[in-house]
């Protein structure tokens, strides 16, 4: 049985790039970083420490020579939070693309870019 969604792998062009836009713009930690000296880099990065959920960041180029079948595109992901408005206020300082602040029935929801070109929204629940 499944108990809880643990990590979610996002294939990236730049690895290290993609690392410096979710810590130091979006304000993720990397929670490890794992090398098998083949060229394989297996980088974790969550909101905390003690986030139930991270994301990986894969090198998608290694990815589709290694299992050239996967689809690398971007998961669609929602993440959530309890102060929205600050968050985009912030991403917008940080020059963050970001889309308008629009409200749903579930809650108030907005989308953002990453340095690649990759959308996320991030919803504020009633």
């Given at each position: 049985?499944i108990?809880?969604i643990?990590?979610?792998?996002?294939?990236?062009?730049?690895q290290?790039?993609?690392?410096?836009?979710?810590?130091?713009?979006?304000?993720?930690?990397?929670?490890?970083?794992?090398?098998?000296?083949?060229?394989?880099?297996?980088?974790?990065?969550?909101?905390?420490?003690?986030?139930?959920?991270?994301?990986?960041?894969?090198?998608?180029?290694?990815?589709?020579?290694?299992?050239?079948?996967?689809?690398?595109?971007?998961?669609?992901?929602?993440?959530?939070?309890?102060?929205?408005?600050?968050?985009?206020?912030?991403?917008?300082?940080?020059?963050?693309?970001?889309?308008?602040?629009?409200?749903?029935?579930?809650?108030?929801?907005?989308?953002?870019?990453?340095?690649?070109?990759?959308?996320?929204?991030?919803?504020?629940?009633?």
């Open positions: 049985m108990t809880k643990g990590q979610i792998m996002l294939y990236v062009n730049n290290d790039e993609a690392v410096t836009f979710w810590t130091e713009k979006v304000g993720f930690s990397v929670i490890s970083e794992e090398d098998n000296g083949q060229g394989m880099k297996w980088i974790e990065i969550a909101p905390s420490k003690d986030a139930e959920t991270a994301f990986i960041l894969h090198n998608k180029e290694l990815i589709a020579k290694m299992q050239p079948e996967l689809n690398l595109q971007t998961p669609s992901l929602l993440l959530f939070s309890d102060k929205l408005d600050e968050l985009y206020k912030d991403f917008k300082e940080k020059q963050i693309t970001v889309g308008e602040l629009v409200t749903m029935p579930s809650g108030r929801v907005f989308n953002f870019a990453d340095n690649e070109g990759n959308y996320f929204a991030v919803l504020e629940k009633k």
